[in-house]
Nanobody, 130 residues
Framework: VQLVESGGGSVQAGGSLRLSCAASGYIGSRYGVYCLGWFRQAPGKGREGVAA????????YADSAVKGLFTASRDNAKRTLFLQMDSLKPEDTAMYYCAAVAGYSGSRCYPGSWQGLGYWGQGTQVTVSS
């Protein structure tokens, strides 16, 4: 399974970015049952969960600060996960990773529940300047 993130870049505070994560390989027709998540790692900090969306489309945000500003969504037909990020702040600067794990649904899909498990992409850098 390969996960490839794209859409990162440099923006000024208040700007927006839309990240994408395309899946390929063995995940095939089972993509729709996977719990999918976004994580980020800022310089000098540990990796943290941002949002996760389960097979039913239910989304959970790990940080209340991003809820309402970030929106995770998925397109199962295109095997792609998205993260729309609005009103970006300098503290959102980080490497953003997508991940996919099978067998985690509902509350278990919460990104803090399965960090380190499943399949992971290589990351895309987001830099927000003040």
């Amino acid at each position: 399974v390969q996960l490839v993130e794209s859409g990162g870049g440099s923006v000024q505070a208040g700007g927006s970015l839309r990240l994408s994560c395309a899946a390929s390989g063995y995940i095939g027709s089972r993509y729709g049952v996977y719990c999918l998540g976004w994580f980020r790692q800022a310089p000098g900090k540990g990796r943290e969960g941002v949002a996760a969306i389960d097979a039913n489309g239910s989304t959970q945000y790990a940080d209340s600060a991003v809820k309402g500003l970030f929106t995770a969504s998925r397109d199962n037909a295109k095997r792609t996960l998205f993260l729309q990020m609005d009103s970006l702040k300098p503290e959102d600067t980080a490497m953003y990773y997508c991940a996919a794990v099978a067998g985690y649904s509902g509350s278990r899909c919460y990104p803090g529940s399965w960090q380190g498990l499943g399949y992971w992409g290589q990351g895309t850098q987001v830099t927000v300047s003040s």
